[in-house]
């Protein structure tokens, strides 16, 4: 199997000029290299090859992310190693998901993700993993329950929420793109009677605040300047890599 990352990317995060996606496209396929399992299991969840082009974004997605969690991971002190698998995993069952969306409607995202699981597990990826890829989404929508998360946890659902297609971006803004698409507003909406009455999107962005406003402190970082201080991470070490 090929695991080199395509250097035709369709959209590489914005800091990025034309004249750098050669080495761009060298670092993510170094980095993918370090994550064979992962990256296999990417090609059966059909997000990788020439015959699944029209699913490379998913791909392209999850690999942005990965990298992302790395580098929070790293400058925060938590495992790296599953942050980045459970990012590289957190979407590997997307195209399966939409299709079955598709099908049956906002209950076909339940019924997608326990087969994405077992397949997972039919595969021996950890426990551990499978629960961190799912981090992205709340248990719940108190505040005091969020906050006693693990670091990993927080560091996975931070980096889903501010990560749309492979750019990073703010919270807010974030949700505010995945609102313009229906399936994800029914999706939303269907965590009302789980939220007492919020909506996922609500959630996720009172969430994703408090943990950005969290690891700003941590590192030092003026309000804000999380989304900048990753970019520029992001930005040093392609540039920097051989």
Not at 101 to 111: E, I, L, N
Request: proline content about 2%; hydrophobic content about 35%.
């Amino acid at each position: 199997m090929n695991l080199q990352w395509p250097h035709e990317m369709t959209n590489y995060p914005e800091q990025f000029s034309a004249e750098s996606e050669t080495k761009k496209a060298r670092y993510f396929s170094d980095f993918a290299l370090y994550y064979p399992i992962e990256m296999r299991q990417l090609q059966r969840g059909g997000l990788l090859g020439k015959e699944n082009e029209r699913w490379r974004n998913v791909a392209e997605h999850c690999l942005t992310e990965a990298v992302g969690a790395d580098i929070l991971a790293e400058h925060l002190g938590a495992k790296r190693d599953i942050v980045v698998k459970a990012a590289l995993l957190h979407d590997w069952y997307k195209r399966y998901e939409i299709e079955t969306v598709q099908k049956k409607g906002v209950s076909g995202y339940q019924s997608a993700a326990e087969v994405g699981d077992n397949l997972l597990r039919a595969n021996n990826i950890s426990e551990e993993i499978i629960r961190l890829a799912h981090a992205n989404i709340p248990s719940s929508e108190e505040k005091k329950v969020n906050k006693k998360r693990t670091l990993e946890e927080k560091i996975m659902h931070y980096i889903d929420i501010i990560t749309h297609e492979t750019e990073f971006i703010p919270v807010a803004e974030r949700v505010a793109r995945a609102a313009t698409k229906p399936s994800y507003i029914q999706l939303s909406d269907s965590f009302r009677k789980t939220y007492h009455g919020k909506n996922l999107f609500e959630v996720q962005v009172e969430t994703g605040e408090d943990e950005q406003a969290e690891f700003e402190q941590r590192l030092g970082l003026v309000k804000g300047g999380l989304i900048s201080f990753i970019k520029g991470e992001f930005e040093k070490r392609i540039e920097t890599h051989r």
